[in-house]
């Protein structure tokens, strides 16, 4: 069985940084792709960020230029560096991983989320 765990949300003023970190666990061969998503009240789940084992990534357009996202494969852990936040960056961030068992199993994890608020 696999596990993420997300770290890093908070309360931060707007023009403020967070730095949100996810970790994976357990039965894991190879992670392949991994990503932030968010969803604010009210709204669909939407892409934040995405990175390939071969360290690509791709943002969505709202979050090009203020947000990176790295992952450390040692660690089976990527991070979301937030800067210049804004209050409608406010949702609940979760992170996913692409991961290939031991056995050859492919699967899609999902952390339990993290709450980030940003006031005006």
């Known amino acids: 069985q696999v596990q993420l765990v997300e770290s890093g949300g908070g309360l931060v003023q707007a023009g403020g940084s967070l730095r949100l970190s996810c970790a994976a666990s357990?039965?894991?061969?190879?992670?392949?792709?991994m990503g932030w998503y968010r969803q604010a009240p009210g709204k669909e789940r939407e892409l934040v960020a995405v990175i390939t084992s071969g360290l690509r990534s791709n943002y969505a357009d709202s979050v090009k230029g203020r947000f990176t996202i790295f992952r450390d494969n040692a660690k089976n852990t990527v991070y979301l560096q937030m800067n210049s936040l804004k209050p409608e960056d406010t949702a609940v961030y979760y992170c996913?991983?692409?991961?290939?068992?031991?056995?050859?199993?492919?699967?899609?994890?999902w952390g339990q989320g993290t709450q980030v608020t940003v006031s005006s």
């Open positions: 357990g039965n894991i061969f190879r992670i392949n792709d």
């Open positions: 996913n991983a692409d991961i290939t068992s031991p056995t050859g199993f492919r699967r899609l994890t």
